[in-house]
């Protein structure tokens, strides 16, 4: 109930009870409409990292996530720590080679597209995705970014535009701004 003797700008404000947020089961999940975007992550080294895009895969029902290289995979309690059940609900798959987890994305006719500064890079806010039905989104290694052979094999260059003093955003970061992007412009759900 609302005291208009406390503050004007106070508002009884309810969170969502979890039964109210009509969550869907993890086999509800499994079998519903995905997003046509499948994640790829390039030797991310942070299983932490990995956790959270996991759960943000999750929010975003995508596809899948390919695992590549030193990517830790699920069995990997951080993970789970940051996935919080996520890890059960996304598909995912490893490959010990990122190029070789691009060729076959190529070859089922995914467009390619790494999440990285370059000088060919467009902004994320100029993104225009007509004609593509489904894509691979690559997130780099923490230090290194996407691998040189992985982006000479791309379609596009997506880069998050910043305005501060650092040079780059932490993946898990990237990957909730990238995929919440993606997803608007390829939404099939």
């Given at each position: 109930?609302?005291?208009?003797?406390?503050?004007?700008?106070?508002?009884?404000?309810?969170?969502?009870?979890?039964?109210?947020?009509?969550?869907?089961?993890?086999?509800?999940?499994?079998?519903?409409?995905?997003?046509?975007?499948?994640?790829?992550?390039?030797?991310?080294?942070?299983?932490?990292?990995?956790?959270?895009?996991?759960?943000?895969?999750?929010?975003?029902?995508?596809?899948?996530?390919?695992?590549?290289?030193?990517?830790?995979?699920?069995?990997?309690?951080e993970i789970r720590k940051t996935a919080i059940g996520a890890e059960n609900s996304v598909d995912w798959e490893y490959a010990k080679s990122t190029i070789d987890a691009v060729l076959n994305l190529k070859n089922k006719g995914y467009k390619i597209i790494a999440i990285e500064q370059a000088k060919e890079s467009?902004?994320?806010?100029?993104?225009?995705?007509?004609?593509?039905?489904?894509?691979?989104?690559?997130?780099?290694?923490?230090?290194?970014?996407?691998?040189?052979?992985?982006?000479?094999?791309?379609?596009?260059?997506?880069?998050?535009?910043?305005?501060?003093?650092?040079?780059?955003?932490?993946?898990?970061?990237?990957?909730?701004?990238?995929?919440?992007?993606?997803?608007?412009?390829?939404?099939?759900?």
């Amino acid at each position: 109930m609302r005291d208009d003797n406390i503050h004007p700008y106070f508002f009884d404000m309810e969170k969502l009870s979890m039964e109210n947020l009509n969550r869907i089961s993890v086999e509800e999940f499994k079998n519903a409409e995905k997003s046509p975007i499948v994640v790829v992550l390039d030797n991310v080294r942070s299983a932490l990292n990995v956790g959270s895009v996991f759960r943000t895969s999750d929010a975003f029902r995508i596809e899948k996530i390919i695992l590549c290289g030193i990517t830790a995979t699920p069995t990997n309690v951080e993970i789970r720590k940051t996935a919080i059940g996520a890890e059960n609900s996304v598909d995912w798959e490893y490959a010990k080679s990122t190029i070789d987890a691009v060729l076959n994305l190529k070859n089922k006719g995914y467009k390619i597209i790494a999440i990285e500064q370059a000088k060919e890079s467009v902004m994320i806010d100029n993104l225009n995705l007509s004609n593509t039905e489904k894509c691979a989104i690559i997130f780099g290694n923490e230090v290194k970014g996407v691998d040189d052979d992985v982006m000479n094999m791309c379609d596009l260059c997506v880069e998050i535009p910043q305005f501060g003093t650092k040079h780059s955003l932490n993946v898990s970061v990237s990957a909730g701004i990238a995929i919440w992007e993606f997803f608007k412009i390829l939404k099939k759900v």
